[in-house]
């Protein structure tokens, strides 16, 4: 019987050591893989599950606040709870100030700021108009003082300021800066003046850092100062002109001032 066993074993071994030759080695199995070809036929797309519906109104109610000292109504929303149980502005939007003038009317959808807002000074003249897309400023806004008279005018992108920006002022009369946007920073031109016209600063700017030429004035129109820049850094030659009649001059390399004159 011991032997019957022994030979069992010993072919039940034989056996094994064949069923694993047979096998192909971790190595080998890697090396294959590297020769499958590629898929080359039609895309393969995967059924995808149903978008989950978007949240209800629950319920709402209008919320008013009044100013504590006077007693007049300070602001009035809408809020609304949706089946997912957030809780947010929706609908007409109102403030005002304390002496009961309109201070902004607007309105929100699902929390967020949309339409045209219309704010006021407290005399109740238009301040400025402002139209919102999914909470964010978007096209022309223009700012007017309590007379009613153009002050500033601004346009954004989805939120980014973009174009030229111009403040002028308080009578209107009289445009005191002019800046250029593009994508939110600052990439054009850009300049200033004095109340009387006479131009005061003007340079560059690339991807809002100030390059090339950079030069300032006074209010009588002398020149004041000429400085280069290059990637937002004082680069090259510069001249200061005091009012003494003296001229500073001077060189920059990468923003470190290297060498000075006068």
């Given at each position: 019987?011991?032997?019957r066993l022994a030979g069992l074993a010993a072919s039940l071994a034989l056996a094994v050591t064949a069923s694993a030759q047979d096998e192909p080695k971790p190595t080998e199995s890697r090396r294959e893989s590297t020769?499958?070809?590629?898929?080359?036929?039609?895309?393969?797309?995967?059924?995808?599950?149903?978008?989950?519906?978007?949240p209800t109104e629950v319920e709402s109610r209008v919320v008013k606040e009044n100013f504590p000292e006077t007693d007049t109504l300070r602001f009035e929303r809408r809020i609304v709870k949706f089946s997912d149980d957030t809780v947010v502005s929706d609908g007409p939007h109102k403030e005002y100030y304390s002496n009961g003038e309109l201070y902004v009317a607007g309105e929100y959808d699902r929390g967020k700021a949309v339409g045209t807002w219309v704010y006021h000074h407290p005399n109740g003249t238009v301040a400025k108009e402002v139209t919102y897309k999914q909470g964010r400023p978007d096209g022309e806004v223009k700012v007017f003082n309590e007379e009613g008279k153009l002050t500033a005018r601004r346009e954004y992108a989805e939120g980014k300021r973009t174009g030229v920006w111009e403040t002028y002022s308080d009578d209107g009369e009289q445009k005191l800066r002019e800046e250029t946007y593009e994508e939110g920073v600052?990439?054009?031109?850009?300049?200033?003046w004095y109340t009387n016209g006479q131009i005061r600063q003007e340079t560059n700017f690339v991807k809002g850092k100030m390059e090339g030429l950079a030069t300032e004035w006074t209010r009588v129109g002398d020149k004041r100062a000429e400085l280069n820049f290059k990637n937002g850094l004082k680069d090259g030659a510069a001249k200061v002109w005091q009012t003494d009649g003296k001229v500073i001059e001077q060189t920059y390399d990468e923003g470190q001032l290297v060498s000075r004159k006068g």
């Open positions: 019987m011991g032997l020769t499958i070809e590629p898929y080359t036929g039609p895309p393969i797309y995967l059924p995808q599950g149903e978008a989950p519906p978007p600052a990439n054009g031109p850009f300049r200033t």
